[in-house]
């Protein structure tokens, strides 16, 4: 007891509950980026000289502008459909054409047969430049140039005119007629003539496409109006020879003009007898629908009927008669007086009521076959009257149309004949376009920017990094802190042990012998509180220690665990790992002699198979020879029968057993145990796995479950503080007070760093 308290009593015990709450989302995805930030750094740096490199590599783009102005002037006759319509498009969809038409492939086909830039280096194919990444590599590890394959002269000029459409840029100026014709090329020289060449293809091509149109349409004018004048003369000719033949003075006589308007007076009244036909058929087929009904009462509901004005008031006094027959048969009896000529009453109302219904229902009756005879009156009126009217009709249709001929083939004339004189006076056309500023030689490239390439390719690498290390992070299913230990596994984490290295000459399984006063050995002794106060009214103590795999510390967990019991209790240490045996050779023991193997055997007493480790107190069972199954031994009734023996003998038994995902033998041992500590090693151990491994611990000890924790080994303390946010302090400050010194100064014993341990 005096060892364990000689420690300073200030200083905070290393325990798992030290950690701090699990951190938000934010916090720890800004950990996982610190955790795996220089590999980020490295990416980025790397991607960034990648990008330099390449942007360095690349050719600088000059662009030159030349600003244009389009108005909107036409010309006199731009087509022959100008003669019959007006210029119907907007402001806004002639510039727009205009624009198409400039950017058009016929004019860029014209720049490069005007400019020839089919011979120009930067469209030849026999001209072009090595690849950019010749500078940097060296020849020998260059492909073989293959020759060079000119294609014919007209695919040449195909292919060059789409590389100088892309490389045109054309850009209206906001609420003005102007435009900016811009040009990029890595010739800055190029980059100058090609907006100029274009501006001045676009203003000497329209002027030649409207002198041209105007000459066909002064031909076309001259030969319209000859044809013109032939079918005005014809339909005057035609027109006078009717007059006479008909005998008519006057363009439009005055019985024509009667027949005309009896037509119409007609055509008004059968069309008015038509709807009010329709109107009286209407309510003639309501009446024949509810004749047909079982009672009367649905005649009385017609709209036709309810809206009559004597049924009106004929049901307001039917139903005040039925208010005063209700009054008075509150008041009298059935004989008297005042309710018999109330009665009477009311039968006289609905009798008069009933009589008007009929007299209504006969009305509508007589007004449908009225409508129908006066409808048919007027069709055989109008048919007449159409016989009549058609002679007169003949005559002033056909005159007529011989006038509307005579107009429309004069007024025809008059305008060509007047589009013909405005075309021969009219003046030589005027360009349309005229160029405002001419593109100028440009003095520095206008791209491509380089550190925006840069820039954009680190930033790029930046987040991909950052998203693979995060990516990283969640596909790590490893047990890292004491806070995961209880989320993940569901299980009590009962002690954390720092990950420790170990001098040549010094063993990792007397580490708590060896250093009393480092982190490992506090983390020992608060395992050993733990278990010491979780059964304090226990007598006897059965520790068992397991894991999932090799290699995750739980031999030397159990070694110096069973080192600290032994101070303060009589303990036995168990090696319970038939299959793997280590204790002997790393505790000072003999591998030759007899173990637990023999003393369940009964081949072997137990005072020449326990012997006392080298200055401790504490007595080992070490395995013994390796039997053929270490299973069956251990389910024994003889296996048993001696730890019975060993409680009676022994305060505190600690066992080692062999990894729980390997083999059943840890199953079989947790019957006999009061405590089991799962050994899990941080950072490399799966909790899938672990968690596969405590569920089959509890299940197989239900319902009578013994004690169950699990010890977080091999923890780098100073990462969980970084990258973890747990323990923190421990990394530090509280290590220097434990007596933590530095192994590169002499007599150094320890530090927390990578070590490998037995499992």
Known sequence: MDRISNRDPQLPAFSPLDGEPPPPDVVRYLRTVNRYKWGILMVVIAVGMLAAMYASSLRPIYRSTATMMVETGKPKIVSSQEIFEAFNGTPRDYFLTQYEIIKSREYAERLVRTMRLTRHPEYDPRQQHKPWYAEWVPAQFLPAVKPVVVP?????????????????????????????????????????????????????SDLEQRGETTRRSMAFLRDQAVDLKQKLNESEQALQNFRERERI?????????????????????????????????????????????????????????????VV???????????????????????????????????????????????????????????????????????????????????????????????????????????????????????????????????????????????????????????????????????????????????????????????????????????????????????????????????????????????????????????FAFSQIKKTLLVEADMRRPKIARTIGGDPRRAGLSELVAGSAPLDECVYPAEDSNLWVLQSGRVPLNPLELLSSHRFAEVMQSLKQAFDVIVIDSPPIQVVSDALVLSQFATSVLYVVRADKTPYPLARHGLTRLKRLNEPALVGLGVVLNQLDVDKASKYYGEYRGYGGRYYRHYGQVDDTKPGGATQAAAVKTTG
């Open 152 to 204: 014919n002269e007209e695919d040449l000029v195909e292919s060059v005119t789409s590389q100088v459409m892309a490389g045109i840029n054309l850009q209206p100026v906001r609420n003005t007629q102007l435009v900016k014709l811009s040009f990029d090329s890595h010739d800055p020289t190029l980059a100058e003539r090609v907006p100029n060449t274009l501006a001045m293809i676009y203003i000497v």
């Open 249 to 309: 003075v006057v363009a439009k006589g005055v019985a024509v003009s009667g027949v005309i308007r009896q037509l119409e007076e007609l055509e008004t009244a059968l069309d008015d007898a038509r709807r009010k036909r329709q109107e009286a058929e209407a309510r003639y087929n309501q009446v024949k629908v509810a004749q047909q009904g079982p009672s009367a009462a649905r005649l009385e509901s017609l709209s036709v009927v309810q809206n009559n004005p």
């Open 312 to 562: 009106a008031r004929f049901k307001e006094a039917e139903a005040e008669a039925a208010r005063r027959v209700s009054e008075a048969s509150k008041r009298y009896g059935p004989e008297h007086p005042r309710m018999v000529s109330a009665q009477s009453d009311l039968k006289a109302v609905k009798d008069n009521l009933r009589r008007q219904v009929e007299i209504v229902i006969e009305t509508v009756l007589k007004e449908y076959e009225v409508a129908k005879a006066n409808q048919a009156s007027l069709e055989r009126a109008l048919a007449r009257a159409k016989v009549e009217s058609q002679e007169y009709n003949r005559k002033e249709f056909t005159l007529a149309r011989l006038e509307r001929e005579v107009g429309s083939n004069r007024q025809l004339y008059d305008l060509f004949t007047q589009r013909a004189k405005e075309t021969n006076t009219g003046d030589v056309p005027s360009a349309i376009a005229r160029v405002i500023d001419a593109a100028q030689l440009p003095k520095s490239p206008y791209g491509p920017n380089k550190r925006n390439i840069v820039a954009t390719a680190m930033l790029v690498a930046l987040a991909v990094s950052v998203a693979i290390a995060l990516l990283l992070a969640q596909l790590d299913v490893t047990v890292k802190t004491s806070h995961e230990v209880e989320s993940k596994l569901e299980t009590k984490a009962v002690g954390v042990l720092p990950r420790m290295k170990v001098l040549p000459g010094a063993a990792i399984e007397r580490m708590f012998m060896d250093d009393n006063q480092s982190p490992f050995a506090e983390g020992i002794r608060s395992i050993r509180s733990d278990l010491m106060l979780s059964g304090i009214d226990s007598a006897q103590k059965v520790v068992l220690l397991t894991s999932s795999l090799p290699e995750e510390g739980k031999t030397t967990v159990a070694c110096n665990l069973a």
